[in-house]
């Protein structure tokens, strides 16, 4: 949805250097002239030592310079979603949807 509405791509970048196993980081490009605007990572699922609450982290502030070199900007979403499990999906609660 948020592709259509905002002329954005997103792709998850395998590899990528992040702070556990069950955090993915994503790359935002603009649709048109294909322009890397930033970066995203989604750290959804509880653990043990992670704090309860849904909170969004601006890591890097995104900006563009003088000569026309971009910052990306770097954010962070974390939560704490259900897991899927084998045989059934994640169902989120509405309060849950609504945070993500």
């Known amino acids: 949805i948020y592709e259509d ?9 395998e590899n990528a250097e992040v702070w556990h196993d069950d955090v993915s980081m994503y790359q935002v490009d603009d649709w048109l002239s294909g322009d890397t605007l930033g970066y995203f990572y989604l750290d959804l699922h ?8 849904a909170a969004v982290f601006g890591l890097q502030l995104g900006s ?8 990306k900007a770097v954010r962070a979403m974390v939560c704490n979603f259900p897991r899927p499990t084998e045989d059934k999906p994640a169902l989120l609660t509405h309060k849950q949807v609504k945070t993500f």
Request: net charge positive; hydrophobic share 30%.
């Open 46 to 53: 509880p653990r043990d030592g992670k704090f309860a609450h």
């Open 64 to 71: 563009l310079g003088k000569d026309g070199t971009r910052d």
């Open 5 to 13: 509405l905002l002329g954005l791509n997103f792709t998850k970048l």
